[in-house]
Each structure stands twice: as C-alpha cells, then as structure tokens.
C-alpha cells in the first residue's frame, strides 16, 4: 500500500504540470486567432500574386505534417516501447531502503548502424526538398513577373522610421517625379497589376500586404522590383516586417483597392496643389500655425516652401536622388497635401475618422467620416508620447509643448481643409 501510495503521488504532479502546459497552449492558440477587423490575414488570398503563395504553402504544409507525425510517432513508439520501466510495487514494497528503483531489464539489443535506414531517412528528404524546391522555383518566377506595360502605373514604395510613403508615376516612368506624393496608404485599381519599386532611406524595412503579396525588403541604396495586384474591392492591412527600431511594430500600412472609375477620381483629386488659404477663409489661422511650426518639415504642395528657395513645394521636389534619400526635408516627412482624404495617420496606427473606410466609401470617408479629434490632437500635442521615436535624431515627429489649445484647433481645421 506504501508503494502503490507512493508511486500515485509521484504520477499526479507530472499530470497536473501536463494539464498546465496543455491550458497554456490552448491560451496561446486562442489568442492567436485573436485580431481587429483588418487581421494580418495570409490564408484569405485577395490577389493573383497571394493565391500563388497560398497554393505552394498548403501542399509544401501537408507534407510538412505527414513528416512530422512519422518522426515524432517513431519518437514516441522508441521511448514507450524500449523504456525502462520502474520496480513493481510489491517489489517496492519488498525493498523499502533499496536506491535502486528500477527492475533488472536488461538493455535491448545495441545496433551499430542500418545502412539501409540511414539510406532511406537521407534519401527520402533529399527528394521531397528537390521537389518541393522546383514547385517554390515557379512560384518565385511567377511572383516576379510583370504583365503590365511599360507606361503603366508604377509606384516608388519609400520605408522610413516608421511609416510608408507612396510616389506614383502615371506614366510608368519612374525616373521623372512622380505626379503623386502619399503616405500610408497605397490606393490601386482593382483587377490591375500594379509594378512596385521598393526602397529605403534610413534603414532595412520590409514591406508586406499579405492578402495581396508576400513580403519584400526595402534597403537604402537599392531598389527591389516588386508587383502588387487585387481581384477585390477593399482596405488590406500591411505591416514592416523587419525589425527597424523603436516603433517596428507600429509602422503599417493600408492597400486600398478601388474601382477603375473611384481610382480615376481619386487621381484627378490628387494630382491637384493645395490653394493657399487668405485671410477670412476657412482654416486660415490653422494654415498659418502649420507654415510657422509644421512647414519645417511636411510638405503641402502648392503652400509650403520647406527648401526656402522662393519656389512653392511640389512633387518635382521628389525627383532624381532626392526621391529616395533625406538630402531634402521635404523627402523626410509625409506629404500632407490631401491627408484629409486618407483615413489613417502616424503610419497607419491611427484612424483619422471614426467611421472606417470599409463602413463608407473611401472616396466619401473626408465628407461623412466624424473626425477623431482625440487622438490627432494629441498626436500634434506629443507625438512621442504616442509612438516611440527618436524625434532629435530626426527619427518620428517631435513635440509641440509651445502650442496652445486654440493653436491645435486651428491647425485641426486646416488639416480637414486639405482634402
């Protein structure tokens, strides 16, 4: 009875630890699934581009599985079948002060190599890599390539710490300026490819939609060829997926997919300058508080002169070298020049509107959305305070301690203006 009592007790904690590590591992799976609405989803495909990588990953997946169940069935069979067993309870009993708790098995029969078996588990992965590697081959060749024409849309995708800016080029050329300047938030056509031309200025990011595409690098110096395509309409969340400093994980972005007649609106909205504002207008006083503490760095075509060359900004600004790099200021802070008509700010981590995109027409969002005045103020106010950065280090907007309640309202109404 002191054995059978002794050996029970010595069985319910390893069970209890047992339960623990399988409610823990429940928990976490749980929370896993756990997401907003725009999930960094990578099995519901919403382009060409995702579908390849989805019908590549679930067959290389399935074989991933059978492998793992035989290895780990095999683990298991060895260590139940050929375990040494502990001493019977009466025989515990029998010898209550012996140290030796195991019985007299003897060792199963010692084997120095199979050369069979050492054949088989050495060949056997050696083909399912070689064929697997053909099939990731193809993916990779058909991901690369490019259908749309040569004077397609093309657009310059910029990483920077930490948040996304977006220059389209029309007319497909890309070393003339671009004929829009965005941030955050890359609008495209449906159902057209949309070549992309990643790069950095400051540091290794990496740019991933993963309903539409999979995830390329963005390295200050070069330029990676990317392509992009949606076959439905909507608003896809992407994440840098490269560890970038201090806010990484707070450096995302939107792809919002249109119709060819809402893209052809939103472009012609675009393309337009900003009127600067007279004394008596709507957001005068905003646009001046803007031009006395903003103007340094963000740039409002048709308003600002960040360079202080006597020429109002433009997207020429973004031409040649200065496209890619931070020799001017204005190439180092989101354009704000139509940041209305966007739904997201601070690198996507907030919504501009309360209302999101997908509940009203994006191109309607600036009209009918009800502003989130909270956390953009605040955003003005401190926006250290609201997402890491290295603000002396010219690395994330710095703080404005020096402006007043009236001078962030102000400057609230003149946002809203530039739509």
Same mark, same amino acid.
């Given at each position: 009875m002191i054995g059978e009592r002794a050996a029970g007790s010595s069985g319910r904690p390893l069970w209890r630890r047992l339960r623990l590590v399988l409610i823990a591992l429940g928990v976490a799976l749980a929370l896993t699934a756990c997401a907003d609405e725009h999930?960094?989803?990578?099995?519901?495909?919403?382009?060409?581009?995702a579908r390849e990588i989805?019908?590549?990953?679930?067959?290389?997946?399935?074989?991933?599985?059978?492998?793992?169940?035989?290895?780990?069935?095999?683990?298991?069979?060895?260590?139940?079948?050929?375990?040494?067993r502990r001493k019977a309870a009466s025989e515990a009993a029998a010898d209550p002060g012996g140290?030796?708790?195991?019985?007299?098995?003897?060792?199963?029969?010692?084997?120095? !190599?199979?050369l069979r078996l050492e054949l088989a588990w050495t060949i056997i992965p050696t083909i399912l890599l070689a064929v697997i590697s053909v099939f990731a081959l193809i993916s990779l060749v058909e991901l690369n390539e490019v259908s749309a024409a040569e004077d397609d849309l093309r657009v310059t995708v910029v990483g920077q710490q930490w948040w996304w800016e977006f220059q389209y080029h029309l007319d497909g050329d890309t070393s003339t300026p671009p004929d829009i300047v965005t941030?955050?938030?890359?609008v495209i056509p449906v159902y057209q490819q949309v070549p992309l031309e990643i790069t950095s200025r400051d540091v290794i990011h990496s740019f991933w939609i993963p309903r539409l595409n999979g995830k390329r690098d963005a390295v200050p110096g070069?330029?990676?060829?990317?392509?992009?395509?949606?076959?439905?309409? !909507?608003?896809?969340?992407?994440?840098?997926?490269?560890?970038?400093?201090?806010?990484?994980?707070?450096?995302?972005?939107?792809?919002?997919?249109l119709t060819p007649a809402e893209w052809e609106e939103w472009v012609q909205g675009q393309v337009i300058d900003a009127a600067p504002l007279e004394e008596g207008d709507p957001g005068y006083e905003g646009q001046e508080v803007f031009l006395a503490n903003c103007a340094n760095c963000h740039?409002?075509? !048709?308003?600002?002169?960040?360079?202080?060359d006597g020429v109002l900004d433009g997207t020429e600004d973004y031409a040649g070298a200065n496209?890619?790099?931070?020799?001017?200021?204005?190439?180092?802070?989101?354009?704000?020049?139509?940041?209305?008509?966007?739904?997201?700010?601070? !690198?996507?981590i907030f919504d501009l509107y309360e209302d999101r995109a997908e509940r009203?027409?994006?191109?309607?969002?600036?009209?009918?959305?009800?502003?989130?005045?909270?956390?953009?103020?605040?955003?003005?106010?401190?926006?250290?305070?609201?997402k890491a950065n290295d603000a002396d280090g010219a690395r994330g907007m710095t703080a404005f301690p020096g402006l007043t309640e009236g001078d962030i309202d102000a400057l609230v109404e003149y946002l809203m203006t530039l739509r």
């Open positions: 999930p960094l989803d990578t099995l519901t495909e919403a382009g060409p581009d989805n019908d590549l990953f679930f067959p290389v997946l399935g074989v991933a599985i059978v492998v793992f169940f035989l290895v780990q069935g095999a683990v298991i069979y060895l260590a139940v079948r050929y375990r040494v140290d030796d708790l195991y019985g007299d098995d003897e060792y199963p029969e010692q084997v120095h !190599g199979n941030a955050n938030e890359l070069r330029t990676h060829p990317w392509v992009i395509e949606a076959d439905e309409t !909507g608003r896809f969340l992407g994440q840098c997926t490269e560890f970038c400093g201090l806010s990484h994980a707070y450096m995302r972005m939107y792809a919002v997919v740039v409002v075509n !048709g308003v600002t002169d960040v360079n202080l496209s890619t790099t931070s020799a001017l200021v204005a190439g180092a802070a989101p354009n704000l020049t139509h940041v209305a008509s966007r739904t997201t700010f601070a !690198g996507s009203i027409p994006y191109l309607e969002v600036a009209e009918r959305g009800d502003l989130n005045r909270g956390d953009l103020e605040a955003w003005i106010r401190n926006a250290p305070e609201r």
